[in-house]
């Protein structure tokens, strides 16, 4: 026996109105929840990307730089020896100022070049025309030592709230973080920090790395990494090459 149901037109309606109220108080409550994954208008929240979902054994190498001048130039010529063209480089305003012709060099070697913000703080205790302004600094000052606007961003520290991530995607940039952690800025040993990539390294990674002069193994550990990852058959890649015509993974923020 098949159960026919009947629903009046002004009950349909009823229903309906029911259904997106109860749709509308879940989407605000999963906003609540200070996920960078809930909609909010119609259109999803900026999000910050750790790594790509991707099979193909494509990787990208990141370096920060925010203070020194000893070290930098080492890792560039390293990985010019090594052959690797394609890297994405985290450029700290203040620094970039005192080092022109080092950021001169970078952009010749053809790396791309991200902002790393200008004031090195923790940008999330700072109020909202406070991040703009940090965030407007360094890219008046990249763009103009580069001559081209940087659309990708990694907060100093790494650090970034929800409000953060609003801003910087109003100004037009992706926040980018990482999925495996070098850790060379603990100095925590040569072998250590090789580790900490080859352990964890996958593809689609994201892989964080400093050029700063706190960091005194990187360029000790580098080449390593970059012949043993090679050996498992990955490709170097920019951040943006690996992110295009990908799934994006971001993590929730609160």
Known sequence: MRWIYVVSAQRLKQVLIITAAILMAAGIGYAEQDTISAFAGGSQAPQAIYKVDTKEKKIALTFDISWGESRTVPILDILKAKNV???????????????????????????EIGSHGHKHDNYSKYTDEEIRSQIGKADTILTEMTGKKPNLIRMPNGDFDKRVLQIAG????????????????????????????????HPGDIILMHASDSCKETHLALPVIIDKLRQQGYEFVTVSELIAGTDMKSKEVN
């Open 85 to 111: 063209t394609k890297s994405t480089i985290f450029l700290s305003s203040p620094w970039s100022q005192r080092h022109p012709e080092i950021v001169k060099r970078i952009k010749e070697d053809g790396f």
């Open 170 to 201: 109003d100004m037009d940039y992706t926040v980018i973080q990482w999925d495996t952690d070098s850790k060379d800025w603990t100095n925590p040993g040569t072998e250590n920090i090789i580790n900490n990539v080859l352990s964890k390294a």
